[in-house]
Nanobody, 126 residues
């Protein structure tokens, strides 16, 4: 069984930075693309960023492009999300997700993932 555990959330002022991490266990992490999604109160879960199985390809939501960076450390079985220039509208619970199939490029759609972490709260104050 795959387990994903997020960490690094917290409260930060607008313009600040946070780094989220997701530790994976339970299968060969290096073979799978990973993604980050977020869900704000009263809203649907939305795509944030994804990274290919090798780490060589990334894709971002327009709302975070240029501010967030996703990275994957296959040696440490972790995927990270560096968040800079944070805005109040970035406030949400952030979830990491592991792709359903190996050797993929990642997907902006939740249906492309079959394992999810429990989420970590990010709150950006104005």
């Amino acid at each position: 069984q795959v387990q994903l555990v997020e960490s690094g959330g917290g409260l930060v002022q607008a313009g600040g930075s946070l780094r989220l991490s997701c530790a994976a266990s339970g299968r060969t992490f290096s073979r799978y693309a990973m993604g980050w999604f977020r869900q704000a109160p009263g809203k649907e879960r939305e795509f944030v960023a994804t990274i290919s199985w090798s780490g060589g390809s990334t894709y971002y939501a327009d709302s975070v492009k240029g501010r967030f960076t996703i990275s994957k450390d296959n040696a440490k079985n972790t995927v990270n999300l560096q968040m800079n220039s944070l805005k109040p509208e970035d406030t949400a619970v952030y979830y990491c997700a592991a792709a359903s199939r190996p050797y993929g490029s990642g997907s902006p759609h939740p249906g492309g993932y079959n394992y999810w972490g429990q989420g970590t709260q990010v709150t950006v104050s104005s």
